[in-house]
């Protein structure tokens, strides 16, 4: 069955995984579910501990840097929506350049470039010309966009990116299809198989995850921890990343109140990414500002890697680039606003819960003795060799 599954896509072998679970995803599901074998606090001293054997007290910061935010997507849970009645823009390389600097002079030196997969406004060669003008300040930068072939993941690679981000969101398939109505994302397999194209495309940091809250929880981690054990034998030359981001209000649902039947709560949360770095040492785990100051704050010493800090999820949402050319898009046309009087930037992705500025979270890092790390990569250590 190993030779089968060797020739074989994550897409292709994932239901028989879920059927017939291997020995590491029988095990992952023993320790989230079997609370007096396995005790929350032994779990947490046990993840710290293997945390501090492989990444030393560390923990890297990055921003996300949205590009934009037009979408041809039709997806229910999320603010950037085709449908969404939403102010839009799209910054030029020029305003790109300017967020970019102005997150460069708070420290950053590792960028995730953000977004809608709108082929019209994000258009060919734009994702390029962002990265070529942005790779000799930032070192380290990531996209995270609409899912690609192969070659052209190796377009985007040799431009400048070494990282890239695709969560598949949910991974109850009844379920993605039911939140995914209109768009190229309401291919399930071709989303679940983007990991495994930009690895042949040739980027060496690919994170995945989940939105908690779309589907049962439960099912999300095993699905999780059967697509990262897929990774690892099979893209082996690649560093991982996993997050567990947790729904958040959205542009067209501010009132936003989690279901409780597919809530991730509190303690879970912990005892999940306790048993991902018991299970994955060397795996990175990131927690966003999606969660509250006082639960990263608790995360950061147990197995967190990188945290993003200061962030904003609209587009020129640091500098307010992009401010003069907010609009509508009405099936894919731009639609101009009758009034700008209240229109001041554009519309945010979601609201996130730690607002605290980047010194801030680097400054309560440190009061835990953990070190804040701006910067882990430089080309020039390709040249040395």
């Known amino acids: ?35 007096r074998a396995y005790g929350l606090e032994a779990l947490a001293q046990q993840s710290q501990q293997i945390t501090r054997r492989h ?29 969404a009645k939403i102010l839009r823009t799209t910054l030029t390389v020029e305003q790109v350049v300017r967020e970019a600097r102005h997150l460069h002079g708070l420290g950053f030196r590792n960028l995730l470039l953000v977004a809608g997969e709108h082929p019209k406004f994000v258009s060919e060669g734009y994702l390029q010309d962002c990265l070529d003008a942005l790779k000799s300040f930032i070192p380290t930068l990531g996209i995270e966009v609409g899912p690609m072939e192969d070659d052209q993941y190796a377009e985007i690679v040799a431009h400048g990116a070494e990282g890239l981000v695709v969560y598949q969101e949910t991974y109850d398939r009844e379920v993605y299809q039911t939140l995914h109505t209109a768009g190229p994302k309401k291919n399930f397999d071709w989303r679940l198989d983007c990991p495994e194209r930009a690895y042949k495309g040739g980027f060496r940091r690919i994170g995945i995850g989940a939105l908690f809250g779309l589907a049962d929880w439960k099912l999300e981690a095993m699905a ?33 109140v ?85 229109c001041e930037k554009a519309t945010e992705q979601f609201q996130i819960h730690d607002t605290r500025s980047a010194n801030e979270i680097a400054a309560m890092l440190s009061a835990q003795k953990i070190d804040p790390v701006w910067k882990d990569w430089d080309e020039a250590l390709l040249a040395a060799n």
């Open 1 to 35: 069955m190993e030779r089968i599954f060797a020739a074989m896509a994550f897409a292709d072998v994932f239901p028989q995984l879920l059927e017939r679970p291997t020995p590491l995803m029988r095990r992952f599901e023993r320790m989230l579910a079997d609370e």
């Open 55 to 83: 990444f030393g007290k560390t923990m890297r910061l990055f921003a996300p840097l949205y590009l934009s935010n037009e979408c041809v997507n039709n997806c229910s849970y999320c603010g950037f929506s085709r449908d």
């Open 224 to 256: 999780l921890c059967a697509h990262l054990e897929y990774l690892y034998k099979h893209c082996w030359k690649a560093q991982f990343t996993i997050a567990f981001p947790r729904m958040r209000p959205y542009a067209g649902n501010y009132e936003y």
């Open 258 to 342: 989690p279901d409780p039947q597919r809530l991730l709560p509190d303690k879970s949360l912990v005892r999940m990414i306790a048993v991902f770095r018991i299970l994955f040492p060397q795996v990175g785990i990131v927690v966003s500002t999606r969660e509250p100051s006082s639960l990263r704050d608790a995360l950061a010493p147990i197995g967190v890697t990188h945290m993003s800090a200061g962030a904003r999820t609209e587009p020129g949402g640091y500098t307010g680039a992009g401010s003069d050319d907010l609009h509508l898009t009405v099936k894919g046309r731009r639609v101009e606003l009758e009034s700008r009087s209240g």
